[in-house]
C-alpha cells in the first residue's frame, strides 16, 4: 500500500517534466521544440539557445492562466577559459532535427571550443544535453547560465538550511555551493536543482541528474529578475568531451511536488531496495563493551546501536585473526579488554533479545592512525606504505590528507588499491557475523572534496586534472550495499551533504541534525541523526525546537542517557527525560515515508504540520507549535487547530491523536470536496480533523478499515513525568481584558518594538501591524519606527522570510513621546495574551496599555581597558558573557538580543594573545567577531528580579584583521556617554565599560575602516 499511495505522490505532484526512458511523439519546428507536459523551447537561431520556455495550459485545464513562459528574455550561457581569462558565447548556431530531437552546433569565439547542444522531447518534459569540444589543449573552465526567470512576489524552493525562500525577503542571495559541508557552518545545498515557484500555482525545476558528475555547481539571483547557474573546474579541450545536462520539470508550486519530481526519475537515489523493517528509528552510538540501561532504551524507543570501536584502526574493522587488540584497548576509554567474534556475536544477540538491532562500523574514505595493543598508528603506517599508497587522497599542494586519529583521507575507487580491500572486509563481516543488521558508513563529507592526486576525466582546478570524490565514494558505497543487500543486510550512511553517495542506501544515521536540509534527501528513506544543531543544556528551549524540526522532517534522535555517556553525546537528565517524552511521537513515524503530493496538508494556527503514510496505508501527521513548548510552561495557547489533508485518505475511517506527554484520544474526520466536478474523484477529497487544543506537539494517524485500540500504555507515566518537570500541563488561561483605546493626542515618534528567542537561522522577517507592513528585521529583537500612530486594529504579524526562521515571541509594545518627553506605552503584548497564524507567520493580538512611562535606563561610563586582551576570564563576565561563534553558559538573568549584526569567525586566531579564549578554558581562542557594514546594535534584557539593580556592562572591541577600525559606542537614542573606541586601541583590544540599570540598547557606530565590529558582552556586579 505504501508503495502504491507513494506512486501516486510522484504521479500526481504536478506536470513532471524530466528525463524519461520512454519517448513519445512531438511536434517540431526549425528552431521549437515541443516535449511531453505541454513544455516547449524556442531556440535563437544564432546561439541555439532558448529565447522563450513555455508552459502550454492543457486544453480543458481549469488553470489561472493560459500559458506561461518562464523567461522574460532570452537565456544567456558563457564560457571562460580560466587561465586565459577569455569569455565567449555561443555564435553561428546550426540547428537540424535528428529523429525526434533537435541538435545544434555553436562557435564559441576565441576559445577554439564549440558546443553541441541536444534538446530532446520526452513523454514527460525536455533534456537539454550540451558537449564543449576543442582540440587545443584541455584547460580549466567556468560555465554560467543566466535565466531571466524571477517575479516579484514568487518564492524559491532551496534544498538548503533556509528551505523555501519569498523573493521580495532575499532579492539578491548567494547561497552555498552545492554539497558544501556544513558541519560549522550550518550551511548546505544538498540536491542539484532549484525550484521556482510562481504566484500563480506552478512551478519550474532546473536540476542535473545525480547520474552526473558535478565537480563545482552553485546557484545564485540578483534583484529578483536573474537566476544564475554556475559550473566550474570543468575541463575543456585535449580532443576529449566535456559533457554537462540539465533537466526541467515542471509542477504545483509547492517543494513536495519538485521533490516527487526528482524523486520520481532516479528513485534509486531516495528509496531503499530493502523492505523496512524494526533496525530503524532512534539509536545510539557506541562500543559494545558496555551499553546504557535496557529499561532506560526501552523508554526512548532505541531500535539500533550504531556499534564502533572494535576496530583495531581504521580500515581494519574485522581483523584476520578471531581475537585481536581493538581501538579502545589503549586509546580513549583504555579498557585494557581484548576482543573477539565471539563477544562482537554474543552482544548482537543480546541486543537483538532486547529489540534493538547491531549496525557495524564501516568506512570507505579514511584508513590507518593510532589503535592496536600499542596504541599506536605504526602497522596503520605500514600498510599505506606498502598497500594503499595509490588510493591516499592529496591536497592541493600534492601532499596527503591526515584526518582523525592520524588517519589519512582515501581514494575508493574501483582503479585503486583500497577497493578490494574493502570488499574483502565486507565480506568478513557478513561470514563472522552472521547477525548484524548491516553497516553505517562513516564519513562521506569526502565525497565534497577534490583528490588533486587523481583524474576523473572532467574535472579541472589551477589548470590541473582532478577528481571529484562524489564519483569514486558512491560507486563505493554502492558496491558495499549490493554485498549487504545480498545477504539481507542493510546499510546506512553517514556526514554526507549531497545526493550523489545516497544511491541504493537503505538509510541514513547522520553526526548532523542540519535542517530542512537533511528531510530534502530522506523524505522515503529512514533517518537519524546526533544532536548537533541545538545544544541541549540550560532551560532546553533551543533542543526542544530542534525536536520539534525533528519531528517534523521524520528525523529520529540519537539517544541521551541519564547517566550512561554515550560516546560523544554527554549524559543529560532533563534532556533525557524529553526525549522520553518525546519518544510515544517518534513511534508513529516509524517506517514512514512523506507524501509527496503539492499542498497535501495543512494547520490553522500558528503550527507546522507535515504528511506522511505508514506501511498500512495510514496517514501520519506530525503538528508541532511555534508558540508554545514544553521549556516555556505557562505559555497560553493559541486555538484549537483543525488540520486539513487533501486528496489522500478518502476512505478514512478514524483518527487517534497522541498529544506530548498526554493521554491520546480519538477524533472525529470530516471529509468534503474540495470543489464540485462534475465526476468526484480522489484528489478532490478535504479531510479535516478536529484537535480539541492547540498541543505543543502531537501526532494524529488517520486510518482506513477497522479501528484499532488506542495504545496509551505509556501515557500515565509520561503525563506523571512532564507533571515532574514542568508542572499541570493545562495551559494558562489567556490574558483576553481589553482596556479602552486611550488618548493619544499629542503623542508624536511612534515605535514598535519586538523581542524573543531566535530558534532558527537569522534572517529577514516582515512585521505588518494591522495587515499593513510597517518594516522588516533580522534577529531576535527589533525597534521599528511606525508612520503613524496604530489604528484599532493591534494584530502584529511576523512573517519569516524564508522557511529556516523561527523566532518565538516573548513581548511586543508600541511606545510613543508625550510633549514633555517622557516615552509611554501605547499598546503590549506579552506571553500571555493571544496568538494566532498560518503558514509559518505568527500573529500577536496585542491590546491597549494605560499610558504608563516607560523608565529611560541610567547609564554611567567608567572606563576602558587595553591591556587584557583575550585572557578575560576572572576579570568580566561573572554574572553573563556572550561571545560571537562561540557556545557560552546559559545566562539565567540577563539576555542579550542581537538586533542588527551578524557573527563572523576570523581565520588563524587560536593563538593571538587578542583572541578571546573560550568559557572555563575549554577549547581554543578564537578571533570572532558580530559585524555589520554601518552600525551594530544589541538590547541587554536583566530578569524582572534585578531590573531596578544597576550592573557592570563591558564591550570588548577588537580590529582583528588591522583593518583601521574606529568606532563609537553608545545607548540608546539618541546616543547616551558614547564612547569613541580609536584605532591605536581596537587594534589591541579595549574592553568599554559602563554602569548601567535596566533595559539597554548598545549601538555601534562605524567611524572608520571596513566595517562595524563587536568582539563581546559581558556582565559584572557594580563594585
Known amino acids: 500500500m505504501l508503495k502504491y499511495l507513494s506512486l501516486i505522490a510522484c504521479r500526481l505532484s504536478g506536470i513532471v517534466l524530466a528525463v524519461c526512458a520512454c519517448l513519445s511523439p512531438c511536434r517540431l519546428t526549425a528552431e521549437e521544440i515541443h516535449g511531453g507536459g505541454e513544455l516547449a523551447a524556442r531556440l535563437s537561431g544564432d546561439s541555439g539557445l532558448p529565447e522563450s520556455i513555455v508552459l502550454h495550459n492543457r486544453p480543458g485545464e481549469a488553470a489561472p492562466d493560459a500559458d506561461r513562459n518562464w ?27 535528428k529523429g525526434e530531437s533537435l541538435t545544434g552546433q555553436a562557435a564559441l569565439a576565441g576559445l577554439g571550443l564549440t558546443v553541441t547542444q541536444k534538446w530532446t522531447p520526452l513523454e514527460q518534459g525536455l533534456m537539454w544535453e550540451m558537449d564543449f569540444a576543442g582540440a587545443g589543449s584541455r584547460t580549466e573552465h567556468k560555465i554560467t547560465i543566466q535565466l531571466p526567470a524571477l517575479d516579484p512576489g514568487m518564492r524559491v524552493f532551496t534544498p538548503s538550511e533556509r528551505g523555501v525562500m519569498n523573493l521580495d525577503a532575499h532579492p539578491t542571495y548567494g547561497p552555498a555551493t552545492y554539497a558544501a559541508v556544513g558541519w560549522g557552518s550550518g550551511r548546505a545545498w544538498v540536491l542539484p536543482l532549484i525550484s521556482l515557484l510562481a504566484t500563480d500555482g506552478r512551478a519550474l525545476t532546473i536540476a542535473l541528474p545525480p547520474t552526473d558528475n558535478i ?74 563493551q558496555d551499553h546504557p540501561d535496557l529499561d532506560e532504551m526501552a523508554r ?42 565471539e563477544k562482537i556475536n554474543a552482544f548482537v544477540a543480546k541486543m537483538k533479545a532486547a ?77 563472522r557475523l552472521p547477525e548484524i543488521a548491516g553497516f553505517v558508513i562513516d564519513r562521506l563529507d569526502w565525497a565534497s572534496t577534490i583528490d588533486y592526486g587523481h583524474d576523473d576525466g572532467l574535472t579541472m582546478i589551477r589548470n590541473k586534472p582532478a577528481e571529484n570524490m562524489a564519483l569514486p565514494v558512491a560507486a563505493a558505497v554502492r558496491e558495499v550495499c549490493r554485498l549487504a543487500h545480498e545477504k539481507g543486510k542493510r546499510v546506512f550512511v553517514n556526514q554526507f551533504y549531497r545526493i550523489e553517495p545516497l544511491r541504493d542506501t537503505d538509510g541514513t544515521c547522520h553526526e548532523n541534525d542540519y535542517l530542512p ?11 537519524s541523526a546526533w544532536h548537533h544543531a541545538k545544544p541541549y543544556g540550560g532551560d532546553l528551549l533551543q533542543f526542544e525546537a530542534q525536536l520539534k524540526r525533528r519531528l517534523h522532517w521524520k528525523l529520529f534522535p540519537q539517544m541521551i542517557a541519564h547517566k550512561f555517556p554515550i560516546s560523544q553525546q554527554p549524559p543529560n537528565e532533563k534532556a533525557a527525560d524529553f526525549l522520553e517524552i518525546y519518544a510515544p511521537l517518534f513511534e508513529r513515524l516509524m517506517g514512514c515515508e512523506q507524501v509527496l503530493r503539492p499542498h497535501c496538508v495543512q494547520a490553522g494556527g500558528p503550527c507546522d504540520v507535515n504528511l506522511y503514510a505508514d506501511a498500512n496505508g495510514h496517514l501520519v501527521v506530525p503538528v508541532t507549535s511555534r508558540v508554545d513548548f514544553l521549556s516555556r510552561p505557562g505559555a497560553p495557547s493559541a486555538g484549537a487547530p483543525v488540520v486539513s489533508i487533501r486528496g489522500m485518505g478518502h476512505d478514512a ?22 470543489r464540485a466536478p462534475q465526476t468526484p474523484s480522489r484528489a478532490d477529497t478535504v479531510l479535516s480533523v478536529s484537535l480539541q487544543r492547540h498541543e505543543v506537539a502531537c501526532v494524529i494517524v488517520v486510518g482506513h478499515g477497522d479501528e484499532p485500540p488506542l495504545d496509551d500504555k505509556h501515557a500515565t507515566r509520561l503525563i506523571e513525568l512532564r507533571e515532574k518537570l514542568f508542572g499541570k500541563s493545562e495551559p494558562s488561561p489567556l490574558t483576553t481584558e481589553q482596556l479602552p483605546r486611550p488618548d493619544l493626542a499629542g503623542l ?16 529577514p522577517i516582515d512585521v505588518l501591524l494591522g495587515g499593513r507592513k510597517v518594516g522588516t528585521f533580522t534577529g531576535s529583537a527589533c525597534s521599528l519606527p511606525l508612520p503613524a500612530l496604530p489604528g484599532d486594529d493591534l494584530r502584529i504579524t511576523l512573517q519569516p522570510g524564508d522557511e529556516g526562521v523561527w523566532l518565538l515571541p516573548r513581548r511586543a509594545e508600541i511606545v510613543a513621546r508625550r510633549g514633555d518627553g517622557q516615552t509611554v506605552r501605547v499598546a503590549r503584548w506579552t506571553s500571555g495574551m493571544p496568538t494566532a497564524g498560518q503558514a509559518g507567520a505568527t500573529a500577536l493580538v496585542a491590546s491597549w496599555a494605560a499610558l504608563e512611562s516607560v523608565a529611560a535606563a541610567a547609564v554611567k561610563f567608567e572606563g576602558r581597558d587595553t591591556t587584557t586582551a583575550g585572557k578575560w576570564t576572572g576579570k568580566y563576565g561573572s554574572l553573563a558573557a556572550w561571545i560571537p561563534n562561540v557556545q557560552t553558559p546559559a545566562q539565567r538573568h540577563y539576555r542579550l538580543d542581537v538586533l542588527a549584526g551578524q557573527p563572523f569567525t576570523w581565520p588563524g586566531g587560536q ?17 570572532t567577531c558580530w559585524h555589520e557594514g554601518q552600525r551594530l546594535s544589541f538590547l541587554i534584557t536583566p530578569s524582572d528580579t534585578l531590573a531596578a539593580k544597576p550592573y557592570r556592562l563591558t564591550v570588548y572591541v577588537l580590529d582583528y584583521d588591522r583593518n583601521k577600525r574606529s568606532m563609537a559606542v553608545g545607548f540608546g537614542e539618541p546616543a547616551q556617554t558614547e564612547q569613541t573606541a580609536a584605532i591605536d586601541e581596537t587594534d589591541k583590544g579595549v574592553y568599554l565599560t559602563w554602569t548601567v540599570s535596566g533595559e539597554v540598547q548598545i549601538d555601534v557606530r562605524k567611524l572608520a575602516g571596513f566595517n562595524a565590529v563587536i568582539s563581546g558582552i559581558f556582565i559584572d556586579p557594580v563594585k
Not at 238 to 245: A, E, V, Y
Open 71 to 97: 523567461l522574460h528574455g532570452p537565456l544567456t550561457l558563457e564560457v571562460r577559459a580560466e587561465a586565459a581569462k577569455k569569455t565567449a558565447a555561443p555564435t553561428a548556431a546550426r540547428l537540424e532535427k
Open 215 to 288: 565537480p563545482n555547481l552553485t546557484f545564485a539571483w540578483k534583484d529578483a529578475t536573474t537566476l544564475e547557474l554556475g559550473f566550474a573546474h570543468r575541463g575543456m579541450g585535449g580532443g576529449k568531451p566535456s559533457p554537462l545536462r540539465l533537466v526541467f520539470y515542471s509542477h504545483a508550486a509547492d517543494y513536495r511536488a519538485a521533490l516527487a519530481a526528482y524523486a520520481g526519475q532516479f528513485p534509486e537515489y531516495f528509496r531503499s531496495p530493502l523492505p523496512r523493517g524494526q533496525g530503524e528509528g532512534v539509536f545510539y552510538y557506541h562500543h559494545i
Open 300 to 341: 526512548q524507543r532505541v531500535r539500533y546501536i550504531w556499534s564502533s570501536f572494535w576496530f583495531t584502526y581504521l580500515g581494519e574493522y574485522l581483523p584476520e585473526e578471531k581475537e585481536w587488540h581493538p581501538y579502545t584497548y589503549a586509546k580513549w576509554w583504555k579498557l585494557g579488554q581484548t576482543m573477539s567474534d
Open 355 to 431: 529489540g534493538v538491532a547491531t549496525y557495524a562500523y564501516f568506512n570507505v574514505t579514511e584508513y590507518g592512525g593510532d589503535g592496536g595493543k600499542g596504541g599506536d598508528a605504526e602497522a596503520a603506517a605500514r600498510a599505506l606504505r606498502e598497500r594503499f599508497a595509490n588510493a591516499l587522497v592529496k591536497n592541493a599542494s600534492g601532499k596527503d590528507i591526515p584526518t582523525w586519529e592520524g588517519a589519512m583521507a582515501m581514494n575508493p575507487g574501483p582503479n585503486y588499491a583500497l577497493w578490494p580491500f574493502l570488499v574483502e572486509q565486507v565480506k568478513r563481516h557478513l561470514d
Open 517 to 527: 536540509a537533511l528531510g530534502y534527501l530522506t523524505p522515503l528513506r529512514p533517518a
Open 653 to 674: 475511517r478514524w483518527a487517534h491523536v497522541y498529544p506530548l506527554g498526554g493521554r491520546p484520544y480519538k477524533a472525529s474526520v470530516v471529509g468534503a470536496m474540495a
Open 748 to 763: 508624536t515618534a511612534p515605535t514598535l518594538r519586538i523581542s524573543g528567542d531566535l530558534l532558527g537561522s537569522a534572517g
Open 911 to 927: 593563538k593571538d594573545p587578542r583572541s578571546l579564549a573560550p568559557p572555563g578554558a575549554k577549547g581554543r581562542p578564537a578571533a
